[in-house]
């Protein structure tokens, strides 16, 4: 059991692991480097054939290990939820690498601050081996200045509003549990839906921009298509999210911009085709994942990422 000082909130650390031997020990060293420590951590396994589970129960984790096919976004996370100690819950991905050894205490800081914060995310910076596409999707999506949604924004912000990740994010746990916590059998996005909810209650959401972790992804052309086809999926079987708070296209298209116009200011003239070549992809995906039900049966978790979900929900 990680032990805390008295005047520490108490935090539990959830984690869904599969096959992540290679970033690991890295998250751990992390972890265990922070100035806030949680009283326990959490780990759901997805049968990993790898050092996975050894790794975890070696730094002090509790591991539960289920079948691979019964992995769900939301409802995985929503059952070590349940089983949290701690007041206050900090999701996190097996890759997501904490920067700075104040980074979970920097996230956590909002939600003892702030009756109303419900849920705060913190910055994604690009790891190390990071592209030039994936270090700027990651500046795009997470700026260096902190600040609060609230269900207002969308007036201004409209889909961003509800832009958030459990791959470095905190819940108060009451507040959580309030709003359903994560729904089960979503193809993934439980945290941009749970946050939908929780803005729609009256609570914010505090996006930190000090404390970070390198967390990126060096997709292909195909992972790109495929991830944007996903969310169109999300999109198109939760309708309600885009009805409450507007609709994606304008987010692609200033994204769009703002690349082309930072790879000119860079003179990086041949990537910008790449640039071009993968937003296009992105965009056909996000297409195609909102037409989902007219395509074949067969069709469908060919162009996703997230296969297994289709093998449950086809």
């Not at 708070?245 to 003179?267: N, T, V, W």
Request: overall charge neutral; glycine content about 8%; proline content about 4%.
């Amino acid at each position: 059991m990680i032990q805390k000082s008295e005047q520490d909130p108490t935090v539990s650390v959830i984690v869904p692991t599969l096959n992540g031997a290679e970033t690991l020990p890295d998250f751990f060293s992390a972890l265990y480097r922070q100035d806030l420590r949680p009283v326990e951590i959490l780990v759901a396994d997805s049968s990993s054939t790898d050092r996975t589970v050894a790794i975890c129960i070696e730094n002090g984790a509790k591991v539960l290990s289920i079948p691979g096919a019964e992995f769900d976004h939301g409802g995985t996370r929503s059952s070590l939820a349940k089983q949290a100690a701690g007041d206050i819950l900090v999701f996190f991905t097996q890759d997501a690498i904490l920067a700075g050894d104040n980074a979970l205490r920097l996230l956590v800081d909002p939600l003892l601050s702030d009756e109303i914060c419900a849920g705060s995310y913190g910055r994604q910076l690009p790891s190390a081996n990071a592209s030039w596409n994936a270090g700027f999707l990651r500046e795009f999506n997470y700026p260096e200045e902190s600040f609060r949604q609230t269900f207002a924004d969308r007036a201004r912000l409209g889909l961003k509003t509800i832009f958030t990740s459990n791959s470095f994010a905190a819940y108060k746990k009451s507040i959580l549990f309030e709003v359903g916590c994560f729904r089960n059998g979503l193809i993934f996005g439980e945290d941009t839906c749970t946050v939908g909810r929780i803005l729609e209650a009256g609570y914010t959401i505090a996006y930190v921009g000090e404390g970070a972790v390198y967390h990126s992804h060096n997709y292909s052309f195909r992972e790109e298509f495929r991830r944007s086809f996903d969310t169109g999926v999300l999109h198109s079987s939760e309708e309600w999210l885009l009805h409450t708070f507007g609709k994606a296209e304008g987010i692609g298209l200033k994204f769009f911009k703002s690349g082309l116009k930072r790879l000119r200011k860079e003179h990086r003239y041949p990537l910008m085709i790449e640039f071009t070549v993968r937003t296009g992809m992105k965009f056909a995906g996000y297409k195609f994942g909102r037409q989902f039900k007219y395509l074949p049966s067969p069709m469908r978790p060919l162009l996703s990422m997230n296969r297994t979900w289709w093998q449950k929900n086809s």
